[in-house]
């Protein structure tokens, strides 16, 4: 039975022989390097009430790391973290007027100052998942901290812009069901799509959009399938709609293949089977990538078109990759037995717990999805 029904989330770290010290003392220091280390943190507070997570990398806020963030502080019960990096969004992200007005602005310098004036869809996706679980959590206040009001609005903007004189375009294909790489695009981006969120969705948000939420995560579960290769089990990082690699080089290159987003899908993967475990195909994809891989770690040093052949393109991520593998453990049961599926899954897992959290200017994109594995695979990464 899923997380869902039960309400039980497993401990994969318990289960390959960590210890509740160990594990506890391990997501303390974690926590403390990510918002509070004052060399390797990604958390900044802002005047007397905002903060926000720098693209370490980039030098800029993203709503995917800003909402990130949002989640982390949600599942960690951190709420005065949480509320800064939402007035931060809402202050300086938000976008109240033209073609995006409901949206929220890709990416900001760190003083506000917009560099876009465009949506990431990931960004409005975590957005309003981690707004409801605080509404939840923590109850609802005033004004922007009405939370489950304000996650309610986010996706009524992502499913009726262009409706009833409102500019703009939505953020999901509403004949298809699948969530755009950015509104209007006519492709898609396979670590998008979070089944295990839109079945929330289809509880809390607004109730003419239920339905359509509902359908959502029917879709996307079966697109993933498709999108993952049969054999390695791989993704490219963006997708036609059939779940086909996209081979149109955009301006800022060739997005075909296995790189930085795709990592993703996988973690992704392994979050859904631990919170629904409905298997449309999908569930078995991270067993074939990590058998794909086999036993040396050098192989998350590569880049890959998804059937498995390497390509001169260095990586960006490893840290990221690694951490997003160990998640999709979730995808197998446990087993004592040496020559079963767990074991090849608990490698995956001793290989991230003995990997220290990246250092340096490429770290904001690693660390945050070594926080999200942590979390998962502690059993602390769950429905409220």
């Known amino acids: 039975m899923s997380a869902y029904q039960t309400k039980e989330y497993r401990n994969v770290l318990l289960e390959i022989g960590k210890s509740k010290e160990e594990i506890e003392a391990r997501l303390r220091k974690a926590w403390e390097t990510f918002f509070y280390d004052e060399n390797e943190r990604i958390y900044h507070e802002a005047g007397e009430d ?8 980039n030098f800029d806020a993203r709503t995917e790391g800003m909402s990130y963030g949002m989640m982390m502080c949600v599942q960690m019960d951190r709420k005065e973290e949480f509320d800064r990096i939402w007035k931060w969004a809402k202050t300086y992200m938000y976008m109240d007027s033209g073609e995006n007005e409901g949206y929220f602005a890709w990416s900001c310098k760190t003083d506000g100052t917009k560099n876009a004036y465009g949506p990431a869809p990931d ?13 939840h959590r923590w109850g ?3 004004g922007i901290f009405n939370y489950s009001h304000e996650a309610q609005e986010i996706l009524r903007a992502c499913l009726h812009k262009g409706e009833n004189g409102r500019p703009g375009t939505t953020m999901w294909n509403r004949e298809n069901g699948q969530i755009l790489f950015v509104p209007g695009s006519p492709f898609t981006d396979p670590s998008y799509h979070l089944p295990h969120f839109y079945e929330l969705f289809a509880e809390w948000a607004y109730e003419e959009d239920r339905t359509f939420f509902k359908r959502a995560a029917q879709v996307s579960r079966e697109y993933l399938a498709k999108a993952c290769h ?13 779940g086909t690699p996209m081979t149109k080089k955009l301006p800022w290159g060739y997005f075909g293949s296995f790189f930085s987003d795709a990592y993703r899908t996988a973690a992704n993967i392994g979050l859904d089977a631990e919170w629904f475990g409905e298997d449309c195909g999908q569930l078995a994809v991270p067993l074939r990538m990590m058998k794909f891989f086999g036993t040396d770690l050098e192989a998350v040093r590569c880049s890959y078109t998804i059937d498995g ?11 990221g990759l690694l951490s997003t593998m160990a998640q999709s453990a979730l995808t197998v049961p446990y087993s004592d037995d040496p020559d079963s599926d767990f074991a090849v899954a608990k490698q995956w897992v001793e290989w991230f717990w003995n990997q220290p ?3 340096g200017g490429r770290r904001y994109y690693d660390n945050c999805l070594y926080m999200f594995a942590l979390l998962a ?8």
Do not use: Q
């Not at 052949?309 to 840290?319: A, N």
């Not at 695979?377 to 429905?383: E, H, Q, S």
């Open 309 to 319: 052949k390497p390509i001169e393109r260095p990586v960006l991520h490893p840290l």
């Open 123 to 135: 960004g409005e996706e975590f957005f309003a998942m981690a707004l409801f679980f605080a509404s």
């Open 230 to 242: 049969p054999v390695t089990g791989l993704n490219s990082e963006y997708a036609n709609f059939d």
């Open 140 to 142: 609802d206040g005033e």
């Open 357 to 359: 959290m990246r250092k």
């Open 377 to 384: 695979l502690c059993g602390l990464y769950r429905i409220w």
């Open 50 to 57: 905002m903060g926000y997570l720098e693209d370490t990398g």
